[in-house]
């Protein structure tokens, strides 16, 4: 049976291509890509001709079991996304499933990934860490899973895009405290690149002041509550039992 490449792709930098992703892409017999434009672009910088199947949320289903039986039939495939690891915060999940299940070989061919490029020069503790993806795009639902992580201790870390960049900040100052420390990394490997490093606070109040700084594609990493942020948490919750006992 044939193999299940899962190949990253670069997050911005076409050099972080590595050359055994270079060789896979050649050699597989197809390449499952989110956007096969996008994809053939990349792929034609570095001669790849390779032919491209479009695989996303919408058809992975009915789409992973005629792959599995291409795989059964001896055929290799790869697996890419439009920058960065599949199915991190990207499709792949079901194929990758439907292929173990069969008894397939999945094999990774690792390599940039925003998330741990991120981490990597936050100067946040990075031993530990919450992968939380994209937030609900709906406030309400914003709010509520922000509010459900503010007693945390692990380094928290989001994707976002640009054009929710200003409120998530501030429902994360609203919801961790302004003086909460965090990193916003931006535009990685990309001519713009910035990382900017402040208390929460701080940090929304630059992006709102300066456009440039919503522009692109965002890491937002927010370090975890502290032994301080969660002694106030025991100390409120004793006080309010304390005082509920009292109340009418
Ligand atoms: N699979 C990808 C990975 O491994 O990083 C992530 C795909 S997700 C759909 C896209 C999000 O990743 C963007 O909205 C942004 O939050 C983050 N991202 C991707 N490239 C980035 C870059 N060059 N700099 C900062 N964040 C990036």
Do not use: W
């Given at each position: 049976?044939?193999v299940?490449?899962?190949?990253?792709?670069?997050?911005?930098n076409l050099?972080?291509l590595?050359?055994?992703?270079?060789?896979?892409?050649?050699?597989?017999?197809?390449?499952?890509?989110?956007?096969?434009?996008?994809?053939?672009?990349?792929?034609?910088?570095?001669?790849?001709?390779?032919?491209?199947?479009?695989?996303?949320?919408?058809?992975?289903?009915?789409l992973?079991?005629?792959?599995?039986?291409?795989?059964?039939?001896?055929?290799?495939l790869?697996?890419?996304?439009?920058?960065?690891?599949?199915?991190?915060?990207?499709?792949?999940?079901?194929?990758?499933?439907?292929?173990?299940?069969?008894?397939?070989?999945?094999?990774?061919v690792?390599?940039?990934s925003?998330?741990?490029?991120?981490?990597?020069?936050?100067?946040?503790?990075?031993?530990?860490f919450?992968?939380?993806g994209?937030?609900?795009?709906?406030?309400?639902?914003?709010?509520?899973?922000l509010?459900?992580?503010?007693?945390e201790?692990?380094?928290?870390?989001?994707?976002?895009?640009s054009?929710?960049?200003?409120?998530?900040?501030?429902d994360?100052?609203?919801?961790?405290?302004?003086?909460?420390?965090?990193?916003?990394?931006?535009?990685?490997?990309?001519?713009?690149?910035t990382?900017?490093?402040?208390?929460?606070?701080q940090?929304?109040?630059?992006?709102v002041?300066?456009?440039?700084?919503?522009?692109?594609?965002?890491?937002?990493?927010?370090?975890?509550?502290?032994?301080?942020?969660?002694?106030?948490?025991?100390?409120?919750?004793?006080v309010?039992?304390?005082?509920?006992?009292?109340?009418?």
């Open positions: 049976a044939g299940l490449h899962v190949v990253a792709t670069p997050i911005g050099g972080d590595s050359p055994r992703a270079q060789a896979v892409l050649r050699e597989v017999d197809a390449i499952c890509a989110e956007d096969t434009r996008h994809t053939r672009q990349l792929l034609s910088q570095f001669g790849i001709a390779t032919p491209l199947l479009a695989l996303h949320e919408h058809n992975e289903d009915a992973a079991q005629r792959l599995v039986a291409r795989l059964q039939a001896g055929q290799s790869a697996l890419v996304s439009d920058a960065g690891t599949p199915l991190v915060s990207d499709p792949g999940y079901r194929l990758v499933r439907a292929a173990r299940e069969a008894g397939l070989r999945v094999s990774p690792p390599g940039p925003a998330l741990v490029a991120a981490l990597s020069v936050a100067g946040l503790p990075s031993d530990r919450a992968f939380e994209f937030l609900p795009a709906k406030a309400s639902a914003r709010r509520e899973r509010a459900a992580l503010a007693g201790p692990r380094t928290l870390i989001f994707y976002e895009s054009h929710r960049i200003d409120d998530m900040l501030a994360a100052v609203a919801a961790f405290g302004g003086e909460r420390r965090a990193v916003l990394a931006r535009e990685l490997t990309k001519l713009f690149e990382v900017l490093d402040g208390t929460l606070a940090l929304h109040a630059r992006v002041a300066d456009a440039d700084q919503r522009k692109g594609e965002f890491v937002v990493m927010v370090e975890g509550a502290g032994d301080d942020g969660e002694a106030r948490l025991v100390e409120g919750r004793r309010y039992a304390l005082l509920s006992g009292h109340l009418p």
